[in-house]
């Protein structure tokens, strides 16, 4: 089994940045995939952000040249830069291992205006 814990979520400002991680244990060696996804209140759980061996994509548009997906193989953790954040950026930001269905507990994001 793979285990996920998210980290690096909180509460800042309009046009502020965090950085989210997504630490994996367990039968890691079945990762190749990881995604980050998002539930803002109230909507259903989307499709942020995915990188595997072949590269790396963000949607919806509304993040794109603002959300930034990146691994660190040798610590089994990727990472979801957030920039100029939203407030319709708010949300539980969860990572996700599509081969194996892992879910992190994921991580509380707030932007204030």
């Known amino acids: 089994q793979v285990q996920l814990v998210e980290s690096g979520g909180g509460l800042v400002q309009a046009g502020g940045s965090l950085r989210l991680s997504c630490a994996a244990s367990?039968?890691?060696?079945?990762?190749?995939?990881m995604d980050w996804y998002r539930q803002a209140p109230g909507k259903q759980r989307e499709l942020v952000a995915r990188?595997?061996?072949?590269?790396?994509?963000v949607w919806p548009d509304s993040v794109k040249g603002r959300f930034i997906i990146s691994r660190d193989t040798t610590k089994n953790t990727a990472y979801l830069q957030m920039n100029n954040l939203k407030p319709e950026d708010t949300g539980v930001y969860y990572c996700?291992?599509?081969?194996?269905?892992?879910w992190g507990q994921g991580t509380q994001v707030t932007v204030s205006s």
């Open positions: 996700h291992t599509p081969v194996t269905g892992a």
């Open positions: 367990g039968s890691i060696g079945s990762i190749n995939v």
């Open positions: 990188i595997s061996s072949g590269g790396a994509t």
